[in-house]
């Protein structure tokens, strides 16, 4: 296959580190990147880490989470697997093409399909050590040098898999865009990727393009790219966990900052309670415990300040009750009260928003009543 060379405008929201050498350097330019999102980049978070069903015959794999169906060509020519670090590089992609293409409510025109992340910016942030630390000696520099650059070789062989995998990649699903039902059949990703120049270079197809500029805008956390690409169960729910803060609707009743136990445990791959009671095992030690490490993995990445369980309202548990729940279900019916670091602000928006549905509400009554007297 020839090599497809990849271009775009550099962008505002391209993260940092493209001239960078050394960590005392680095200057994180935003903790949370605007992406549009669906249903279908969603589920895809829920398919990291599960089985791939292969086809011999013709030579592809199927993997489904929910009413997502997602296929992979040539699944004998793959070298990596569908997971955690997938799902960060194509969010990634899509805050950047949210960059280029979608800049307010009466701007949203797809102008580029190209895009281009600074390789070193992108691995530094998904937790490779590709800087070089401060040396004392020229000798330990040298060997400084050496290991960055080891790192750096490394994380291009994980992201040039990941490009693989995307490029393979095709979704089925249906989803109400706009209000109006949508039926997607086989719809590729991207169609052409590599690793050029220092940048991953990525071209998103034209239907994909066109569904993904149709999308409401979340707030991807920068912070999550470093959560270890083996807990599939912290980057699920931390996704969840953003995705919930940044919706208009909960950030107005209050409810930004709260998600029940069940809700978080949806998006895990951890046991079902029926499975733990079979094998007669403590659903403390398989499905409690593993959550609560989970969050505590994301508090360590930096996604969460803290997080502690709560009763409605967000009335805290004691430390005994926090400890000793009567049964699963209790567990589950609790809440998980969260606050994120560097969290966006959305009161201004949100408020900018009250008051033009207040004014149009005014002009629209104000019609009716000139009407009435005519």
């Known amino acids: 296959m020839a090599k497809t060379k990849v271009e775009a405008p550099k962008a505002q929201n391209t993260l940092p580190l493209s001239q960078l050498t050394t960590v005392d350097k680095l200057k994180r330019e935003s903790s949370f990147l605007p992406m549009l999102h669906g249903k279908a980049t969603d589920e895809l ?172 805008q979340t707030q991807y956390p920068v912070a999550l790219l470093a959560v270890d690409e083996r807990n599939t169960n912290a980057y699920a729910m931390g996704y969840k966990m953003t995705e919930h803060f940044n919706m208009d609707n909960n950030q107005i009743r209050g409810t930004a900052q709260l998600l029940k136990v069940k809700t978080l445990l949806e998006v895990t791959s951890l046991p079902s309670i029926d499975a733990v009671r079979k094998q007669r095992r403590r659903w403390e030690d398989r499905i409690k415990e593993p959550f609560e490490t989970s969050l505590d993995a994301l508090t360590k990445c930096g996604l969460l300040e803290d997080w502690e369980y709560t009763r409605s309202k967000g009335i805290p548990l004691t430390d005994e009750e926090a400890t000793s729940f009567g049964s699963f279900e209790e567990w589950t019916e609790t809440l998980v009260k969260f606050t994120l670091a560097d969290a966006p602000d959305h009161r201004a928006r949100l408020e900018r928003r009250a008051e033009e549905k207040k004014q149009a509400k005014t002009k629209k009554t104000s019609k009716k009543r000139k009407g009435a007297t005519e």
């Open 45 to 216: 978070v829920k398919m990291s880490g599960k089985t791939v069903t292969q086809n011999k015959l013709n030579n592809t794999g199927i993997v489904e989470s929910g009413e997502v169906k997602l296929v992979l060509d040539k699944i004998n020519q793959l070298t990596g697997t569908l997971g955690v670090s997938t799902h960060k590089l194509l969010s990634t992609a899509i805050a950047q093409f949210t960059a280029l293409n979608h800049t307010g409510k009466n701007a949203q025109k797809l102008a580029y399909l190209d895009i281009v992340l600074p390789l070193k910016g992108y691995a530094f942030n998904c937790g490779y050590g590709v800087l070089e630390r401060e040396t004392e000696t020229p000798e330990d520099a040298l060997i400084e040098a050496s290991r960055a650059e080891n790192a750096l070789k490394n994380a291009r062989k994980k992201i040039n898999k990941d490009l693989s995998l995307l490029f393979a990649s095709s979704l089925s699903w249906q989803e109400k865009v706009k209000g109006k039902p949508a039926d997607y059949m086989d719809i590729r990703l991207i169609e052409a990727k590599g690793i050029r120049n220092g940048n991953i270079c990525i071209r998103f197809t034209r239907t994909f393009g066109e569904y993904l500029i149709k999308l409401p």
